[in-house]
């Protein structure tokens, strides 16, 4: 089979970029080991909700069309705004289609899958960048009485054991799977590392709005002193919830929650913890206020009096006097270890050399270190928006139209007779 173009992964960042593809009229298939949006449907827990609020999915040629634009979509409502996108553009998607490998064939590519081999001109790894939970080497040393799970595998507490619950990593999902987990009767400690801090609303708007008006989010990766940094930034602490409450430290310490320092070794059966839990909530907070000020320096500019309240500052973050430094795993505290330590892309099925030592694709801002293959879906790949759905249009936009010089400025001829020989 030939084509001209084969994205790989129907979430919405590959059909974000087939929208593009077909507006360039470039001859193109998704192919998808799943279903339309398969990570939302079978990687994600039972309660989660979107962080971005409704009005910040915007795909291209789809916006929100419903009378809730401040709400957080719910994952069935996820998955189904995702799949009524890849219908109303008539995206070109194949579903239950493994892509088992990728190689260079020629000045072309050879894409195997478990429905046949494509050859192609261009790949676009749309594949996702969590696809494998990471959780590091010494969860070897845990003790075989103790549970442990990613959040990849987590869906809810009733499927944990009773007794308590050792959280690691306080980002996004951390933070909501311990406050979840310990609100079911689970008391949680929650293994605090390097965070970043927001309040849900400020000044009567969503930080998500303030961030996106002011600019932040469009932030170019070439306008960035240390990009490798700060595509390792870790997600906001935040919730998707009707009532758009603030899930952050404070709040989960309010409900009971243990808060640690950053895992740092275990040894014998005993965690130990990092002794650094006070200064990395106290930088947590000075991050948070120069966000803040920085949206209020934006914000004077501009005639948003009567819009939005005044500007003010958060409590700082309560920590204990002495926070434990360890816990004995042998003496029955914990039952369950939830390894909320972020997640990776998988590119093991890719047989072309451009991956790094960490196993990351090669690339400069989606345009990868091979011609012909082009990356999508990256923490700030373009912009910081990148990773979000509401970045994906922008990135497609571009990366389409370099896929496009590309092609017409080597590889055409080849393209069309391709086409014209299928
Ligand atoms: C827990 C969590 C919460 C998030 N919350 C938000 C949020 O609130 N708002 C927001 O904007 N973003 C959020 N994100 C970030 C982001 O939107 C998701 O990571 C999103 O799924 C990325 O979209 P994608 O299209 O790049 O990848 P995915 O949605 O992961 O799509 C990749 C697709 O590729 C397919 N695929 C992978 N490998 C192969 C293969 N070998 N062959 C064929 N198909 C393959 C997969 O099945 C999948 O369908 C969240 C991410 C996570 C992990």
């Known amino acids: 089979m030939h084509t001209t173009t084969v994205v790989i992964g129907a979430g919405h960042a590959g059909l974000a970029m087939s929208w593009w593809l077909g507006r360039r009229s470039i001859d193109h298939v998704v192919l998808e080991r799943g279903e339309v949006a398969n990570s939302w449907r079978t990687e994600r827990w039972d309660s989660l909700r979107l962080l971005t609020p409704n009005w910040q999915s915007r795909l291209p040629g789809y916006g929100y069309q419903g009378d809730d634009p401040d709400g957080f979509r719910t994952m069935r409502e996820t998955i189904d705004f995702i799949a009524r996108y890849a219908a109303a553009t008539s995206a070109p998607v194949r579903t239950h289609t493994n892509v088992t490998a990728v190689r260079r064939n020629g000045d072309g ?20 960048a969590c696809n494998i939970a990471q959780v590091p080497a010494l969860a070897e040393a845990v003790p075989s009485t103790i549970d442990m799970l990613t959040p990849m595998q987590y869906r809810n507490p009733d499927q944990l054991e009773e007794g308590g619950v050792l959280v ?75 009532e758009r409450r603030t899930l952050d430290l404070n709040s989960l310490t309010a409900i009971g929650v243990k808060l640690v320092g950053r895992l740092a070794g275990i040894n014998e059966g005993k965690v130990q913890f990092s002794g650094s839990l006070r200064n990395l909530c106290a930088l ?36 204990a006097a002495s926070p434990p430094l360890g816990i004995d795993l042998q003496r029955g505290q914990i039952r369950t270890i939830v390894w909320a330590t972020g997640f990776r892309p998988d590119y093991s099925w890719l047989e072309v050399p451009v991956l790094d030592r960490k196993g990351h694709v090669r690339h400069d801002g989606g345009v990868a270190d091979v011609p012909g293959l082009y990356l999508m879906g990256i923490p700030f790949l373009r912009r910081r928006k990148s990773s979000l759905i509401d970045g994906a249009g922008d990135d497609a936009h571009d990366l389409s139209g370099h896929l496009m010089s590309y092609l017409t400025g080597n590889s055409i001829p080849r393209a069309v007779a391709q086409m014209a020989g299928r």
């Open 109 to 128: 590519y050879e894409v195997a899958t478990d429905q046949g081999l494509w050859q192609c001109q261009t790949v676009v790894l749309a594949t996702g």
């Open 168 to 242: 690691i990593g306080a980002s996004a999902t951390g933070i909501q799977i311990a406050d979840e987990i310990h609100r079911s009767g689970r008391p949680v400690t929650l293994a605090v590392g390097e965070h970043v801090r927001v309040p849900r609303v400020y000044r009567g708007k969503d930080i998500q709005w303030w961030m996106d008006a002011a600019g932040v989010l469009d932030e170019r990766y070439d306008q960035i002193d240390d990009i490798v940094r700060a595509r390792n930034v870790p997600s906001l602490q935040l919730v998707g919830s009707p």
């Open 284 to 319: 947590a907070d000075l991050k948070m206020h120069r966000l803040l000020d920085t949206i209020d320096e934006w914000a004077a500019g501009k005639t948003l009096n009567g819009e939005v309240s005044p500007p003010h500052r958060f409590d700082p973050t309560e920590v």
